[in-house]
């Protein structure tokens, strides 16, 4: 943590607060507190100071308990411009107890992750997904104070009547505007389906994994092209399509948002029509950062995404990339494995546990350092040849499955 004394001028500042369960140990409770740290940063708000407490439940007024309120209270009253950030999802009235005791904003894990989306929407397509996600997310938490809503209303005869609540009139407002996001969506669908339909039979590849793991940076090697990648969360929100020819085959390859835990079920629903390209795909390649200490769980989070937006059983290759920066981690206390400072090769890694987890095809690389990249690029050859050689069994005499693999293509 940092002192506040050292920001800049202007600089948003924030403590974060997580919770001890029987489901999150306190190791798993640090691990989400450096993700919500990173999802700060990425929001522009520099976290100050983390408080933990231990609970069987969450409490059903504060979150936390009574002391540990009165604990971040005293503190906020050294620290006038810091905001308060819960990692988990905040009930309605869970949220506004909480700002009225604390008199700060108070903000959860899915509002944070809702205001990064809304900093880093580009298209008008991102912008109404990401607008009808927030005002999902505003409807169940308006008060009165959100009566500034009735400006988005023109015209006459838009106000509500003599004896209608102001908060009844900005439920309403919001509601309105829900329905209206929702056709402008729809229409938005029907025009990608038609896109994709365009593209004609082309086997189509879809990058998915976690937010942050290098797809955007694999993207670009793949498809030879520039693709926009940052080291920061949720770098990429439009589906970026590439047409990518290996050999004298050609398909298209897609680079998808990222996914992370507790992702709000409002961006899910709002981005249906940029995770089609997902369901759609003909192969998925999972990208998993083998250098975090927590990727299997990361893993795991990308899979049960992918199961909840009907994508589960597509056939998938898993790519374990940054082996560069890859050091292994004791499996338990009794691992009896020495450490070792040298790099592992990559016939190491193919034998190791990671190479057999889930029972999927795997392979090794590291974008970033162009490592295993031609592999790689066989691998995915070999994939996409027996796809469309499936869907076009006459055009087996046009692919020769030695062409690429000699380095002619």
Not at 123 to 148: D, I, N, S
Not at 209 to 235: D, H, P
Request: charge should be neutral.
């Amino acid at each position: 943590m940092i002192d506040e004394k050292t920001l800049p001028g202007g600089t948003e500042t924030a403590v974060l607060v997580g919770l001890i369960t029987d489901d999150q140990n306190a190791d798993t409770v640090k691990e989400y507190l450096d993700e919500l740290e990173f999802l700060a940063e990425t929001a522009g708000i520099r976290s100050l100071k983390r408080y933990t407490q231990r609970l069987l439940a969450p409490d059903g007024r504060t979150y936390i308990g009574s002391g540990k309120l009165a604990e971040v209270k005293a503190w906020l009253e050294d620290h006038e411009k810091a905001a308060v950030i819960f990692d988990d999802e905040l009930t309605p009235a869970q949220q506004r107890n909480l700002e009225k005791a604390l008199g700060r904003p108070v903000l959860d894990r899915p509002r944070l992750i809702l205001d990064i989306f809304a900093q880093r929407a580009r298209t008008a397509h991102a912008k109404t997904q990401v607008e009808l996600a927030q005002y999902q997310y505003m409807l169940p938490r308006l008060t009165k104070l959100w009566t500034h809503l009735e400006r988005q209303r023109g015209g006459t005869g838009t106000r509500g009547g003599a004896g209608e609540k102001e908060i009844e009139t900005d439920r309403r407002i919001v509601r309105d505007r829900i329905a209206l996001l929702k056709k402008q969506l729809a229409q938005i669908d029907r025009q990608m389906a038609t896109q994709r339909g365009n593209r004609g039979k082309l086997v189509r590849v879809a990058l998915v994994g976690y937010t942050n793991v290098g797809k955007s940076t694999l993207m670009t090697l793949l498809s030879k092209s520039e693709v926009f990648a940052e080291n920061k969360l949720f770098a990429t929100l439009d589906t970026t399509v590439r047409k990518v020819v290996l050999g004298n085959l050609p398909f298209l390859v897609s680079d998808t948002v990222g996914f992370i835990r507790k992702l709000p079920h409002q961006l899910i629903e709002s981005f249906k029509s940029t995770l089609d390209e997902t369901r759609e795909a003909d192969l998925l390649l999972h990208v998993v950062d083998i250098s975090h200490h927590n990727f299997e769980e990361h893993y795991h989070t990308v899979q049960q995404t992918l199961n909840e937006i009907g994508a589960g059983d597509k056939p998938t290759v898993v790519v374990f990339n940054k082996i560069d920066a890859y050091t292994p981690e004791p499996r338990d206390p009794h691992d009896l494995e020495p450490k070792r400072s040298e790099q592992f090769s990559l016939q190491e890694l193919q034998d190791s546990w990671m190479a057999r987890m889930e029972g999927q095809e795997c392979i090794f690389i590291s974008a970033a350092q162009r490592i295993n990249i031609d592999g790689l690029r066989k691998l995915l050859y070999e994939r996409v040849k027996a796809i469309h050689l499936s869907r076009y069994p006459y055009e087996s005499d046009l692919l020769y499955g030695d062409q690429y693999l000699e380095g002619r293509g």
